[in-house]
């Protein structure tokens, strides 16, 4: 059965702080990881990765992809209170098109 | 432009109702998805459509629960004889080709009282 797991389920943090968030996979035919943060409903893309070792950056969020360990981090750093919110793990099937996602992260951060 | 949209934001039913679930993808999007998304989890596939058909079905929980999308367009998710089980946030998401970055809509949070 094809899981994605997610690390910690829950992190509470202060406004500055530097997050790593996991997301670890197991699956039959992997095509891409994926990263959406949900703030009220709707997941919000934030990375696509599909190759290993090669750092997705976009202003204080970076992510990265290593296929042989089956794992992804997220990096937050200089946290702001805005960055509450839901992150969300998922892998794309190849020849499935369809989004397996963890359990997500729940990020807090405090003022 | 406009993005993905769901009607109704929320809907609450009785056991054993019949619910109508309405997604509106972006607009020139062929693919769209329906997820569901209990209360502390991630969200979990139910169906997707490639134009008017269903590509994938294979996540429908049983067969009180069918989608169509008879022009390729808007898509609606059936449930009948619904229970209380089914509570939880439908999510819509569309994309503009088969593995293509998905969109996702604001959700219906359906309460089955």
């Known amino acids: 059965e094809d899981k994605v797991v997610q690390s910690p389920l829950s992190l509470v943090?202060?406004?500055?702080?530097?997050?790593?968030l996991n997301c670890s996979y197991e699956v039959t035919n992997f095509r891409s990881l994926l990263w959406y943060k949900q703030e009220k409903k709707a997941p919000t893309f934030l990375f696509m990765l599909t190759s290993s070792g090669i750092e997705k950056k976009s202003g204080r969020l970076s992510s990265i992809?290593?296929?042989?360990?089956?794992?992804?981090?997220?990096n937050i750093t200089a946290t702001q209170t805005g960055d509450s919110a839901v992150y969300l793990c998922a892998v794309e099937l190849q020849g499935a098109q369809k989004l397996v996602f963890g359990q997500g992260t729940r990020l807090t951060i405090n003022p | 432009g406009a993005g993905v949209s769901q009607t109704p934001s929320n809907k609450v039913t009785e056991k054993g109702k019949y619910v109508e679930l309405r997604c509106d993808p972006i607009s020139g999007h062929t693919a769209l998805y329906w997820y569901r998304q209990s209360l502390g989890q991630g969200p979990e596939f139910l169906i997707y459509f490639q134009g008017t058909g269903a590509a994938d079905d294979s996540g429908l929980p049983n067969d009180r629960f069918?989608?169509?999308?008879?022009?390729?367009?808007?898509?609606?998710?059936?449930?009948?004889?619904?229970?209380?089980?089914?509570?939880?946030?439908?999510?819509?998401?569309?994309?503009?080709s088969v593995a293509g970055e998905?969109?996702?809509?604001?959700?219906t949070r359906l309460t089955v009282l």
């Open chain 1, 13 to 20: 943090v202060h406004e500055g702080d530097t997050v790593t």
């Open chain 2, 66 to 96: 069918f989608a169509v999308r008879p022009e390729g367009s808007v898509s609606t998710l059936k449930i009948q004889r619904t229970e209380r089980g089914d509570s939880a946030v439908y999510l819509c998401a569309s994309s503009l």
């Open chain 2, 102 to 107: 998905q969109f996702f809509g604001p959700g």
């Open chain 1, 65 to 74: 992809l290593d296929k042989k360990e089956l794992f992804s981090i997220l």
